[in-house]
């Protein structure tokens, strides 16, 4: 069976308080509204009860956030990509942020299942004094397992017109990058981490995230690489590789506590679904 969903979220602010309003067509839900730090910043839930992507789905997910609005979006589980039935499966995010907006948009790792043939499209839309943190982590079949990805194709897609376009294709039976020094040299998980404003960043902004990540990735797992750069003024983007997941996750979770009270002066507590 094919599914077809589509989820539009739509976050407001009034009087302080953070409110979403959102409709769903299909098997994609957003669990009820929670506020743990406060009535300003609104955290949900999305869950996709099939568990995953087939060829011929299609999740489709749009954000918007008001004016002054502050959300947390993340999920319960990974985002499965299996494997393919002769049809492409794709997933689907359209971020619109209004001025004044925040938006951390946190969805935990999709996996990359052997055979798979899969999208993972991201689209930006961010307007002046609006910001956003977003992350993605992709693990390609599965290590602990004994099941490698060994043939498939994932395209990663994220693209903010007129600031950032990214179009990674991981082919499993591209050798030179699965294995080679310059790609993914035998990790079989990557991951990026993204900062991004609609108002210019102040140069000493950027210096400061760019220093405070350093201070987090002097301390690295082993078998994890990462780094960090300013690609242009309104960005901030931390890349990162390991053999497995969890440690990339951990890290990517540290450094945005750092990003968030560093701009925003808001203690990066995680969401409890993290814990479970």
Known sequence: MV??????????????????HFSHDGPL????????EGP??????????????????LLDMSVR???????LVTTPGATRFYRSNGAQGMQRTKITLEPGARLEWLPLEAIAYNACDAVNEVHLDLAPESQLITWDITAFGLPHANEPYAQGRFVQHIHWPGRFLERGVIDALDDRL????LGLAGARCMGSLIFASGTALSRALRESLLEATHGVLGDLPDGVAAGVTAPNAHMIVLRGVAPVVEPLMVLWQRVWGEWRSAVWQVEGVRPRIWAM
């Open 3 to 20: 599914w077809l969903a589509r989820l539009d979220l739509d976050y407001s602010e009034r009087h302080g308080a953070t409110r979403l």
């Open 29 to 36: 839900r957003v669990l009820r509204s929670l506020h743990p």
């Open 40 to 57: 300003g910043i609104c955290h949900n839930v999305l869950v996709h009860p099939p568990g995953g992507i087939v060829g011929g789905d």
């Open 65 to 71: 956030v008001q004016q002054g609005a502050h959300a």
């Open 178 to 181: 699965m294995n080679g020094p």
